[in-house]
């Protein structure tokens, strides 16, 4: 007997798996995020335009501090993600679910579609957000986060983690993301559908981006 499809999209119920981002495709985290860039650029004297803030969304930061020119240039990537990891304030800004977001991976689950988290944060951010955030921890088969791989997006490799992990062929998966380098490591991996979030990227970015549809929020992939 196949996987139960009612309560889902049709394009979603007949995929074997879903690889999903988190920031921006799950969870609000942007306002979050920026606080605490901007609290560790200012404590360091730096003064940075607002596109540089742009270039981190949907990347690990420290890739981003490798390759991006900037007064940090030359200095150690991983400890200046821990500089701005510190700076995260989550009573100023709390994290908050997207609409429809649990109830979609509740509904994925419960229609048998293994899910895996394919997300550029790290471990501890993803279990707070789908543990004690969204609450839907135990729906997810695996967390591919910054520490799973050695190239983060767009690079394929985060996306062909989620794949294996989840035993699935990349063909077969549907992939949920809200930026272009998601959409970009979700394509070159493979994926049979990529889905893109108009969380935060308009539409029209989304669909240059190489999504193959775009929706405003996963609450739309919902049927009822």
Known sequence: MGPVSGGLDPQLAGRRAALIDLDGTLVDSEPANQAAYRSYFTTRGWEVGPDVYRQFA??????????LPGPWTGEDAA??????????????????????????IRRLHAAGVAIALVTSAKLSWAEYAVGDVLGVRDCFTALITWETVGAGKPD???????????????????ALEDTVPGLRSALAAGVGLVIGV????????????GAHRVVAGPGDLLKS
Do not use: C, I, K, M
């Open 58 to 67: 949907g990347r690990r930061g420290a890739d981003v501090f490798a390759q």
């Open 79 to 104: 400890a200046l993600v821990e500089g701005v990891l510190a700076h995260v304030d989550h009573d100023a800004h709390p994290l908050r679910p997207l609409a429809g977001a649990a109830e979609l």
């Open 156 to 174: 394929p490799a985060p996306y062909l983690a989620g794949a294996d992990a989840v035993g699935a062929p990349p063909a077969d998966a549907v």
């Open 198 to 209: 108009a969380s935060g990227a308009d539409r029209g970015t989304l669909l240059d981006g």
